[in-house]
């Protein structure tokens, strides 16, 4: 049992900001560590110590933790864990928020996580195969009509490719995935499905479940869902906790199917998985769609929680550990967020070589909403010589909590628009005309197959 007034020492791994920020909150935090791969200025001048170092490489975590001595470890990338960091510092004593790298699968496979559900007839799971090669292939696209390309390993969220979206013809698809062949790849082909999105993510310790607010995340790269599909470009959230295409029985839908697989996981692998269960979902007129799991937290999504979470989260995390989060009420701000994040000004590709990386977000940091209803999160940036320098991910996010979705927007807006140097945003995450596509689009659906019933 800990003792009421004891201190806890805590190591982060991966991108890492947001999850510094909610644990530089706690009235329990002594110590924090980070190991990450970028010279981040705001983790630099917030933590305790600050390693650079691969984070994929078990080892250096190892070297890390007998260096600190951490009370436990927080993973918050998904490639650590795919690499088994998690099961390194459990091997040394260290506990973790996060998976190992079996119970990652949930992740770093798309296969496993499809027959997963499948086994454990857990609903959501859309029509699909998974192909090593074309042997059957062709067949099974023409059998689904419009269909989904996904890699079935990480890709960073840049991977899938969507008929009608990014490709058009079937044999487009097809040569897609004759790339991923020649890569040594298998895919995963699912059926196109035809809906709005949203993530719900949950704290899960093994038994018992805790669940936070849907988010809508936007992964292509520019304004009215267009361009490349990205790791997210910016999320928001309602002050209800719902969103303005889902009701009650949707969210508590998805939560169900977070608990069952998290306990579906446990009854596969022997395992306690105790970390972050993150559902990629999809309402459509044939109900729920499970889209993709994540097996930590989402980002920008952990933005917007970090910013509205009420409850200590080393007091969660410490919790999840235990196996008591029965016993703790997590609870979160009625209040919207935006969350907008400024890229470089070609992303999702890799910088030009002669491209000015310095950005200024002095005029930002001087708003009078600073530190009250807005705050910067750094990501994947470096500092030199007191300047902010990019690299060839995204940069950092400005997220804005207000009573209402459009207060939250315009101060996000007015932040992210006063950034200095060659990046850009999307101008239009949160906004009344995307809120209104968004629920126009549902509203279709469902007279389409209203329509159908009643014909």
């Given at each position: ?5 004891e ?6 791994i991966?991108?890492?900001f ?15 560590y ?31 933790a ?37 119970l ?8 496993f ?8 007839d857990?609903?959501g ?10 042997n ?10 419009e ?6 390993g ?6 899938v ?19 991923l ?8 082909i ?5 809906g ?5 993510q949950?704290f899960?310790d ?18 009215d ?8 470009m ?10 303005p ?7 508590k ?5 977070n ?10 692998t022997?395992?306690?998985y105790k970390?972050?269960?993150y ?6 007129k044939k109900g ?9 937290f ?43 994040y400024?890229?470089?000004r ?17 005029d ?10 807005l705050?910067?999160y ?6 030199k ?8 991910s ?6 804005a909590?207000?009573?209402t979705?459009t ?9 992210a ?30 007279e389409?197959?209203?329509r159908?019933?009643?014909?």
């Amino acid at each position: 049992m800990q003792a009421v007034n004891e201190k806890f020492d805590v190591m982060i791994i991966g991108k890492s900001f947001a999850l510094m920020t909610m644990c530089k909150a706690s009235t329990k935090l002594n110590g924090l560590y980070v190991l990450s791969d970028y010279a981040n200025p705001g983790i630099i001048k917030e933590a305790t110590n600050y390693k650079i170092a691969d984070t994929n490489n078990p080892e250096n975590a190892v070297e890390y933790a007998k260096l600190i001595r951490p009370h436990f470890a927080i993973i918050a990338s998904e490639d650590p864990l795919a690499h088994g960091v998690a099961d390194a510092l459990l091997n040394i004593g260290v506990p973790c928020i996060g998976p190992t790298q079996s119970l990652a699968r949930l992740e770093s496979s798309k296969s496993f996580t499809r027959q997963l559900l499948e086994k454990y007839d857990i609903p959501g799971n859309p029509a699909y195969r998974r192909f090593h090669d074309e042997n059957g292939l062709a067949e099974f696209v023409r059998e689904l009509g419009e269909f989904v390309v996904k890699p079935d390993g990480l890709t960073g969220g840049k991977g899938v490719r969507v008929m009608g979206d990014h490709f058009t013809t079937v044999e487009e698809g097809l040569a897609y995935c004759r790339e991923l062949f020649s890569q040594n790849g298998s895919v995963v082909i699912e059926e196109r499905l035809d809906g709005e999105e949203f993530s719900f993510q949950s704290f899960f310790d093994g038994k018992h479940i805790a669940h936070m607010v849907p988010i809508q995340d936007h992964k292509r790269a520019h304004n009215d869902d267009t361009g490349p599909n990205t790791g997210g470009m910016g999320s928001y959230s309602c002050a209800d906790h719902l969103l303005p295409f889902l009701t009650a029985d949707d969210v508590k839908a998805a939560g169900e199917i977070n608990r069952r697989v998290g306990e579906a996981l446990f009854l596969e692998t022997g395992e306690e998985y105790k970390g972050i269960l993150y559902g990629g979902f999809m309402i459509t007129k044939k109900g729920l769609r499970v889209i993709e799991y994540n097996a930590r937290f989402g980002d920008p999504e952990v933005m917007n929680i970090a910013s509205l979470l009420e409850t200590d989260f080393v007091a969660i995390c410490l919790a999840v550990i235990d196996g008591t989060l029965d016993r703790l009420p997590v609870e979160f701000r009625r209040q919207a967020s935006v969350c907008k994040y400024i890229v470089p000004r070609n992303y999702p590709e890799k910088l030009p070589k002669d491209m000015d990386i310095r950005i200024n977000i002095d005029d930002a940091l001087a708003s009078p909403e600073f530190g009250k209803r807005l705050r910067v999160y750094y990501s994947a940036i470096n500092e030199k010589d007191g300047a902010i320098e990019m690299t060839d991910s995204r940069s950092l996010a400005f997220v804005a909590v207000a009573d209402t979705l459009t207060e939250a927007e315009g101060i996000a807006e007015t932040a992210a628009s006063s950034v200095k140097g060659n990046v850009f945003h999307r101008t239009d995450i949160g906004t009344p005309p995307l809120i209104k596509k968004r629920v126009e689009h549902m509203e279709r659906l469902f007279e389409i197959e209203r329509r159908r019933q009643f014909a």
